[in-house]
């Protein structure tokens, strides 16, 4: 059988000439200049807070230390326990939780968003229960009023992990101003891109402060509280005042020419966002519906690919659909988000001793049936027929 090619990576032009343009543009403005964490780096989370709304923004290196920082900073206000994790999602969400000594605790997921099931949250919070991480997956809400009041009710915390869902909203409000603390990923593969990069916000002053330290080396001067450096600066004579070092940390700052790329992105990530959403129900209108799950929960979603999940459990199938998209290029990743059940992943093998995967179907069924394709900006309404087409012809 021959097979027409049509290219169709996971990403398409995350960068654009204006980008370049900028960037040079700042690099041939005034001398001297600063490209390590600046000015610009300030800017950038400004603007990120104000199109977010939400009160503070940290820019670092990528979402992965968003979500390192998150739980590092979990641990130093409330201390070890359990944190309540997707079994789909990053890795880094979960390294994050382990190399804090934190227990995670996995919930299987909810095939309408692909985020974590809700009743099984409620089911597995108890007395040990830190907080709850949540990861909004591939542009779905994974939050309810029900979920919301619940944890509110009993004090444990909401974390949101938003890398794969910038601009989704749920209730009308964007996600990401719901947790304590919310990560972005700036990954070239997500809505926006700096290159790499990430973003912590929140709106708890105190937080702000303390993750800005953690980004820095744990050092004191990098607090904006300047009553509380002086605090700190009496306490410690014998220390260089410059030099204080508060927490063991790292540097995990981004730097200037990313937060110019990030300033001009996020001019067009509404305008993006727009065409993401329309894009994404026009697929699920043509894409067939007998062979693909299509019963979505989309209310206030914006993907940036499109979740391509098979109904059946065949291997067969699975076979001569990913042949045929290796054939005619289109780009996929099996899995759907972080390559589909963690528990299943060596990394966590010493972690989580006995795992009844048996307890992780919904999930299961996305490990082996599930993929993800690119939904991009510039994608064509022509050719997202096209690919339908292709990916309609394979039963
Ligand atoms: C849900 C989620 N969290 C975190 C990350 C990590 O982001 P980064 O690649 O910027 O480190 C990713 C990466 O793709 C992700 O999908």
């Known amino acids: 059988m021959t097979f027409k090619k049509l290219n169709h ?27 390590t964490q600046s000015k610009k780096v300030k800017e950038f989370e400004e603007k990120w807070s104000k199109w977010l709304g939400s009160k503070y923004s940290v820019f670092v290196n990528s979402g992965s230390s968003a979500n390192l920082l998150t739980i590092l900073a979990l641990k130093i ?24 000594d934190f227990k995670p605790v996995f919930v299987d997921i909810n095939p309408r968003n692909l985020c974590m099931d809700e009743d099984q949250i409620i089911k597995k919070i108890n007395k040990k229960t830190k907080a709850v991480f949540i990861s909004h997956i591939q542009g779905f ?38 947790g304590l603390m919310s990560n972005f990923s700036f990954y070239y593969a997500h809505h926006m891109s700096t290159i790499e990069g990430g973003m912590i916000c929140t709106n708890n002053k105190k ?44 540097n995990l700052r981004n730097n200037e020419i990313s937060a110019v790329i990030g300033i001009n992105q996020l001019k067009r990530l509404d305008k993006n966002n727009k065409v993401r959403i329309d894009n994404f129900n026009f697929f699920l209108k043509h894409i067939n519906r007998d062979i693909y799950e299509t019963d979505f929960d989309v209310k206030g979603s914006c993907n940036y690919a499109f979740p391509l999940i098979l109904k059946r459990k065949n291997f067969k199938t699975r076979d001569i659909l990913e042949t045929k998209m290796r054939k005619c290029g ?14 299943r992943q060596p990394y966590l093998r010493s972690v989580v001793k006995k795992v009844k995967l048996a307890d992780f179907q919904n999930v299961e069924h996305v490990h082996f049936f599930g993929y993800y394709i690119g939904n991009y900006p510039t994608l064509t309404k022509t050719k997202i027929l096209k690919i339908c087409k292709i990916l309609n012809e394979i039963e």
Request: with cysteine; hydrophobic share 35%; glycine share 8%.
């Open 9 to 35: 990576p996971l990403m398409h032009n995350n960068f654009s000439k204006e980008d370049v343009n900028q960037v040079i543009k700042f690099l041939k403005g005034n001398k001297n200049k600063i490209l």
């Open 77 to 100: 206000i409330y201390g070890k326990g359990e944190i309540i994790v997707p079994s789909l999602t990053w890795i880094s969400d979960i390294a994050s939780v382990i190399q804090n």
């Open 141 to 178: 809400n994974g939050l309810s009023k029900k979920l919301i009041k619940i944890l509110k009710d009993k004090d444990i915390v909401l974390l949101e992990d938003v890398c794969e869902s910038h601009g989704a909203t749920f209730n009308k409000k964007k996600l990401g101003t719901y």
């Open 207 to 250: 937080i702000y402060e303390l993750i800005r330290m953690l980004r820095s080396h744990g050092m004191l001067r990098e607090t904006e509280n300047k009553k509380y450096e002086k605090q700190v600066i009496k306490k410690y004579p014998h220390l260089s005042p410059k030099f204080i070092f508060l927490y063991p940390a790292y």
């Open 330 to 343: 289109i780009e996929f990743r099996r899995g759907n988000a972080g390559g589909g059940n963690q528990l």
